[in-house]
């Protein structure tokens, strides 16, 4: 079994404040002062998105999706700075469903968010859609609430399962980056599209024995954070996989370098923890 304590000591050991917040939240559900959400938000652009580098002139899906994970952790969704990301990132939708980063970025972005690649871009709806869905009723946009998958952004979580399943290849797999797998599945579970959901599963089981820790703790908070029980056959081989590649200091190696080593124990965290811990624990 994964050794919560230890992953426990190792965020509060090394990490930020910020990240401590983090961690105090998915535990218990702790409110997370003003100051740090402050500092979580800093930065954003004017329309709502953040940019991918500082004092940037143009809002990144890439960072703004980046942002948005460490507001979930913050349990600050119902903040104005969390509707107003995900306000845009659901205006930046195009008519098929995706999402494509901005042409202006195309000499700035890194690999997988290079604008006009057709890889980066399905990741990128992968992506955007996956916090569309989980923002769910949390996030009390503009539009009015409803019951709906997705609450506000029904319609558009909507077309981007569609816009997901469309592309995926008859043995489950797809064309893009390996997160875009577990972001698909659960944008695609969340919206009923099981079978779907379910192809993808088996390719992502296949590839777990290789993935790094990182990608395991990803994967597995992902699909944690969009409904699925822990219990459930693809959650327990991912939560087995982390077990394996627990440090002795109680974190995960983050495939970003070492400065993201906490944020990975973070996602280990919040894919590990028990049902009943934290505010975060039910997908909005």
Not at 36 to 47: C, M, R, W
Request: aromatic share 8%; hydrophobic share 45%.
């Amino acid at each position: 079994m994964v050794d919560l304590e230890a992953a426990i000591g190792f965020v509060v050991a090394h990490g930020d404040a910020v990240e401590r917040a983090r961690l105090s939240w998915l535990r218990n559900g702790t409110a997370v002062p003003p100051e740090l959400l402050e500092t979580a938000e800093i930065g954003q652009s004017p329309d709502g998105g953040w940019p991918a580098t500082w004092g940037g002139a143009m809002a990144s899906i890439d960072a703004t999706c980046f942002r948005l994970a460490e507001l979930d952790d913050l349990g600050a969704f119902g903040r104005p700075a969390a509707r107003r990301a995900l306000d845009w990132l659901a205006s930046r939708q195009q008519a098929d469903g995706s999402w494509d980063e901005d042409a202006s970025l195309a000499d700035s972005a890194p690999e997988w968010a290079r604008p006009g690649d057709p890889e980066a871009g399905f990741l990128q709806s992968a992506n955007a859609g996956f916090w569309l869905t989980v923002a769910g009723l949390d996030a009390r946009a503009s539009g009015p609430l409803d019951h709906r998958v997705g609450g506000a952004y029904a319609g558009v979580v909507q077309a981007a399962a569609h816009s997901l399943a469309a592309r995926l290849r008859p043995d489950g797999s797809w064309p893009s980056y390996l997160a875009a797998g577990w972001l698909s599945a659960a944008v695609l579970h969340r919206q009923e599209m099981f079978q779907e959901s379910a192809r993808i599963q088996v390719v992502l089981a296949e590839r777990m024995p290789k993935m790094s820790p990182g990608d395991v703790a990803w994967l597995a908070s992902t699909l944690r954070r969009a409904g699925i029980d822990p219990q459930d056959w693809i959650m327990v081989r991912a939560l087995r996989r982390l077990t394996e590649t627990q440090r002795s200091d109680g974190g995960w190696e983050s495939d970003d370098g070492h400065q993201f080593d906490v944020h990975a124990t973070l996602s280990a965290i919040r894919a590990a923890r028990p049902a009943t811990a934290g505010a975060a624990s039910q997908p909005g």
